[in-house]
């Protein structure tokens, strides 16, 4: 059964950083593309950062504008989003999410989601 | 970068009625287009891909059809538990993106 379990979504003042971690299971974690993919409290989904099944390459949103870092370490199955400068507006829950396979977009398999809340 | 816009934005069917939802590309996404459901509380789960290819599970009511600029999502005889948010995908062009969603209420 595929699993994705994310982790490291916490209350952090304006400005601070966070990383976020997806334990992946069930699959061949290499073999695959991932994505992060975001919602805002009552807000619809927004597509924050993907990357390749090597990690060589990424790929972010433009209004992230570098603040955001995807990564992967693929012998641990575990795929990262290092979060910094991080603003009242990046509030939401961040998805860890795996796409069919060969392609980056249509995502077949979610994680529950964690947390992140920036105030102060 | 590609905006997707969805209507309406909350369509309110009756049980065994269909249901039609639209989206729109600011530009040709091919059939790169993907339509997901949500439920409140519940992580998305995937429908249809490259347009008109249902997910593995999905039932048969759902089907999507278009390419280019304009998809439409229908469910064919909605069922109570097709309340839920709907949102599309496109993902023919860096970076990727959703539409805002189309809530269908029973």
């Known amino acids: 059964e595929v699993q994705l379990v994310e982790s490291g979504g916490v209350l952090v003042q304006p400005g601070g950083s966070l990383r976020l971690s997806c334990a992946a299971s069930?699959?061949?974690?290499?073999?695959?593309?991932m994505n992060w993919v975001r919602q805002a409290p009552g807000k619809g989904l927004e597509w924050v950062s993907s990357i390749s099944g090597s990690g060589s390459n990424t790929y972010y949103a433009d209004s992230l504008k570098g603040r955001f870092t995807i990564s992967r370490d693929n012998s641990k199955d575990t795929l990262y989003l290092q979060m910094n400068s991080l603003r009242a507006e990046d509030t939401a829950i961040y998805y860890c999410?795996?796409?069919?396979?060969?392609?980056?977009?249509?995502?077949?398999?979610w994680g529950q989601g964690t947390l992140v809340t920036v105030s102060s | 970068e590609i905006v997707m816009t969805q209507s309406p934005a909350t369509l309110s069917v009756s049980p065994g009625e269909r249901a039609i939802l639209s989206c729109w590309a600011s530009?040709?996404?091919?059939?790169?287009l993907a339509w997901y459901q949500q439920k409140p509380g519940q992580a998305p789960r995937l429908l249809i891909y490259y347009a008109s290819t249902r997910a593995a599970g999905i039932p048969a009511r759902f089907s999507g059809s278009g390419s280019g600029t304009e998809f439409t999502l229908t469910i064919s005889s909605l069922q109570s538990e097709d309340l839920a948010a709907y949102f599309c995908?496109?993902?023919?062009?860096?970076?990727?993106?959703f539409g805002g969603g189309t809530k269908v209420d029973i």
């Open positions: 069930g699959f061949t974690f290499s073999s695959y593309a």
């Open positions: 995908q496109q993902y023919n062009n860096w970076p990727l993106s």
């Open positions: 530009q040709s996404v091919t059939r790169n």
């Open positions: 999410a795996k796409p069919l396979p060969g392609v980056h977009g249509p995502t077949d398999c």
